[in-house]
């Protein structure tokens, strides 16, 4: 019974992300038309984007999802924020920051009718993999919108972990930090594997979401963006640790032990 109660529940939510796209995506143009002329920075659309994502989240019975020092990140400043990458629902659950930001993603993305046609008019920055010549595009359009006073939101990773494990990081995010001379703020989420296995389609019940907002590390003190990208990184892979020990009461989980740099 509960694995038919999970299939019937995965099921609805997926009919329920089709069945509102369009009526939603409606709204995201209304309040585009409306607010441009005096929201240069898309704050408002930014912020009815958060809702319309973390909608779903809202209604799915079996996932409870928990934001820790939210206040960490400022609307007041402009940060590179870095998250590890653990399942599609990343994506929705950062949402619940309700913070304004700026996405960098995969330029398949953006052609998924609704939801692509919003991150257009939001002026999320989109990237082609492999393309050197769009990696220094995606790289200057980040820089504008630090200079504006946006934040950007990207996964070191570069793509989703199989098994929770921390994966290596790209410097990227870390090289905009220096250039632009603006904190990095780490987050560190866990549970969403456990909701949406890489491969899987299915959503898991009974996940518990954390999202945890690290304090800023401050661009100054690093010579090169190799160093600050391995110091962020353990600074990451120490707090999922604690997380998902004080998450399971006991000894941290392998996959986090293993995700640690050696000192």
Same mark, same amino acid.
């Given at each position: 019974?509960?694995?038919?109660?999970?299939?019937?529940?995965?099921?609805?939510?997926?009919?329920?992300?089709?069945?509102?796209?369009?009526?939603?995506?409606?709204?995201?143009?209304?309040?585009?038309?409306?607010?441009?002329?005096?929201?240069?920075?898309?704050?408002?659309?930014?912020?009815?984007?958060?809702?319309?994502?973390?909608?779903?989240?809202?209604?799915?019975?079996?996932?409870?999802?928990?934001? *820790?020092? $939210?206040?960490?990140? /400022?609307? %007041?400043? &402009?940060?590179?924020?870095? +998250?590890?990458?653990?399942? @599609?629902?990343?994506?929705?659950?950062?949402?619940?920051?309700?913070?304004?930001?700026?996405?960098?993603?995969?330029?398949?993305?953006?052609?998924?009718?609704?939801?692509?046609?919003?991150?257009?008019?939001?002026?999320?920055? *989109?990237? $082609?993999?492999?393309? /050197?010549? %769009?990696? &220094?595009?995606?790289?200057? +359009?980040?820089?504008?919108? @630090?200079?504006?006073?946006?934040?950007?939101?990207?996964?070191?990773?570069?793509?989703?972990?199989?098994?929770?494990?921390?994966?290596?990081?790209?410097?990227?995010?870390?090289?905009?930090?220096?250039?632009?001379?603006?904190?990095?703020?780490?987050?560190?989420?866990?549970?969403?594997?456990?909701?949406?296995?890489?491969?899987?389609?299915?959503?898991?019940?009974?996940?518990?979401?954390?999202?945890?907002?690290?304090?800023?590390?401050?661009?100054?003190?690093?010579?090169?963006?190799?160093?600050?990208?391995?110091?962020?990184?353990?600074?990451?892979?120490?707090?999922?640790?604690?997380?998902?020990?004080?998450?399971?009461?006991?000894?941290?989980?392998?996959?986090?032990?293993?995700?640690?740099?050696?000192?």
């Amino acid at each position: 019974m509960d694995r038919w109660a999970k299939t019937l529940a995965s099921y609805g939510l997926w009919a329920l992300i089709v069945l509102t796209c369009p009526p939603l995506f409606v709204g995201a143009l209304a309040i585009w038309l409306a607010t441009t002329p005096f929201d240069r920075r898309l704050r408002i659309l930014h912020l009815y984007s958060c809702a319309w994502a973390s909608l779903y989240t809202y209604v799915f019975p079996y996932w409870t999802t928990t934001v *820790r020092n $939210r206040e960490r990140l /400022r609307d %007041d400043r &402009a940060y590179v924020i870095v +998250a590890n990458h653990q399942s @599609l629902l990343d994506i929705l659950v950062l949402f619940r920051l309700y913070r304004h930001f700026k996405w960098v993603s995969k330029e398949e993305i953006f052609r998924v009718p609704f939801v692509g046609w919003n991150m257009t008019l939001n002026r999320y920055i *989109r990237i $082609r993999r492999g393309d /050197r010549q %769009d990696a &220094a595009r995606m790289m200057r +359009a980040c820089g504008e919108a @630090l200079t504006s006073g946006s934040s950007i939101m990207i996964f070191p990773e570069g793509t989703r972990s199989l098994d929770g494990e921390l994966r290596e990081f790209k410097h990227g995010a870390f090289t905009l930090a220096l250039r632009h001379g603006v904190p990095i703020l780490p987050i560190v989420l866990d549970g969403t594997l456990d909701a949406l296995p890489k491969h899987g389609v299915t959503l898991n019940q009974s996940a518990a979401i954390v999202i945890q907002v690290l304090d800023p590390i401050p661009a100054a003190g690093f010579r090169d963006a190799g160093a600050f990208r391995d110091h962020v990184r353990d600074v990451m892979a120490a707090a999922l640790r604690r997380l998902r020990s004080e998450r399971r009461g006991g000894a941290a989980a392998p996959s986090a032990l293993r995700g640690a740099r050696s000192a």
